[in-house]
């Protein structure tokens, strides 16, 4: 059975199945792996149990987590734990209003907060369709995604967003947001910030992918790899996908294996007069990236130069092939470890280069 109900584009089981515990251990609900334990957690696989959730009952604060593979968990969470099992992927139909104004092309799904993103990757691929093909491996789910607007060579989740949808804890009703109203930035959106986190739970996302567009390979080495592994025949979406995948297990542990958030830091924007001051003091090349507020340059490089890269402290480490990436190198690391490691780290950029790190990884 297919609902339509909650606001719209939203279809999903109504299958109404929430499962409660308290003391919960989210070892296995974190990235990371930190031995935390939460005091109530809340599982539930439908939009329409949020409507059965007394949120003004639970005990705070609430917490609505996809994979949590881009969380650091510093000790046990004194409130609840939601995690999403909306786990759906739904093309609209060609009447669906939200197509007015779309390009050619256009094809629009619906997406379950609780689905992961890889497997969004995977089935659009899978069906020829342009958009997904560069966020292919990205640990998380599709919720996830929308809050945190995750991004890889060259594509952003919100590069596809047409409309986020969400259950609004306060009101106790279904809204939605387009996505020209969520803020969209460089890992960044309203669902991130007072007043929009921990009222607005996502539950599904509408996405417009295209037949007709073509692939993104602007990133780095990126075509080269793309040409060669087509190696003279078209170039399709499963193949970009392919190459994608290839370049993120070549460089980030793989989450079954070693404990870590993907990036740990943000890569740092800094203003073109400070970019020129830092070149001319070292006088050395700096890889840098133009950026809309002015110059990004790449964290890896930073911790890198500053001696980080495959060292570990203790339990946590900095990955020998993307220093970017903390890990929980022996899978015994307390959340202690990796919070010492991380201030390490952004002292000794911040001695070197006078930049301060900002974490991307939300820590709590
Ligand atoms: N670099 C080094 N040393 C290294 C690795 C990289 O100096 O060992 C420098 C190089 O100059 C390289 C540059 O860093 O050209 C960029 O490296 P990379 O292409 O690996 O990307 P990144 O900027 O480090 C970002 C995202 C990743 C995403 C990649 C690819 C952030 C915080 N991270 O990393 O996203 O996969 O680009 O698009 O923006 C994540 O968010 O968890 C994540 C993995």
Not at 33 to 57: G, H, N, P, T, W
Request: proline share 6%; with cysteine.
């Amino acid at each position: 059975m297919c609902i339509f109900a909650y606001g719209s584009a939203h279809p999903g089981p109504e299958m109404n199945m929430i499962k409660r515990k308290s003391n919960f251990s989210l070892k296995e609900m974190n990235t990371f792996r930190m031995d935390v334990k939460c005091r109530q957690y809340i599982e539930y696989d439908s939009v329409a149990d949020l409507i059965d959730i007394d949120f003004e009952k639970l005990p705070t604060p609430v917490l609505n987590l996809g994979q949590g593979s881009n969380i650091l968990f510093t000790g046990d969470f004194p409130g609840t734990i939601l995690w999403s099992r909306i786990d759906f992927i739904h093309e609209l139909p060609a009447e669906d209003g939200l197509y007015c104004g779309m390009p050619d092309g256009t094809v629009l799904i619906s997406v379950g907060a609780g689905t992961e993103m890889d497997k969004v990757c995977g089935w659009a691929a899978e069906k020829g369709l342009w958009g997904m093909e560069n966020l292919s491996h990205i640990p998380g789910d599709a919720g996830a995604a929308a809050v945190q607007n995750i991004g890889a060579y060259g594509t952003e989740f919100s590069d596809a967003t047409v409309m986020i949808y969400c259950y609004d804890t306060e009101e106790e009703e279904f809204t939605h947001f387009r996505a020209e109203e969520c803020g969209y930035g460089y890992r960044d959106s309203v669902f991130k910030h007072p007043g929009f986190k921990g009222r607005y739970i996502v539950t599904h996302s509408v996405l417009a992918l295209s037949t007709d567009r073509g692939p993104q390979l602007g990133y780095g080495h990126v075509e080269e790899a793309v040409m060669q592994a087509a190696g003279g025949k078209q170039i399709t979406p499963a193949v970009v996908r392919e190459v994608i995948t290839g370049i993120r297990r070549a460089k980030l542990p793989e989450p079954s294996e070693t404990g870590s958030a993907g990036s740990f830091f943000k890569n740092p924007i800094i203003s073109e007069d400070r970019f020129n001051e830092i070149r001319r003091r070292y006088s050395m090349e700096i890889p840098h990236y133009p950026a809309e507020e002015g110059i990004k340059i790449p964290a890896a490089w930073l911790i890198e130069q500053c001696g980080w890269k495959g060292k570990t402290v203790g339990n946590a480490g900095v990955h020998p092939a993307q220093p970017l990436v903390l890990t929980n190198a022996t899978g015994k690391a307390s959340p202690g470890e990796i919070i010492k490691l991380k201030d390490l780290i952004i002292k000794s950029v911040q001695d070197k280069f006078g930049i301060m790190l900002i974490p991307e990884v939300e820590i709590i």
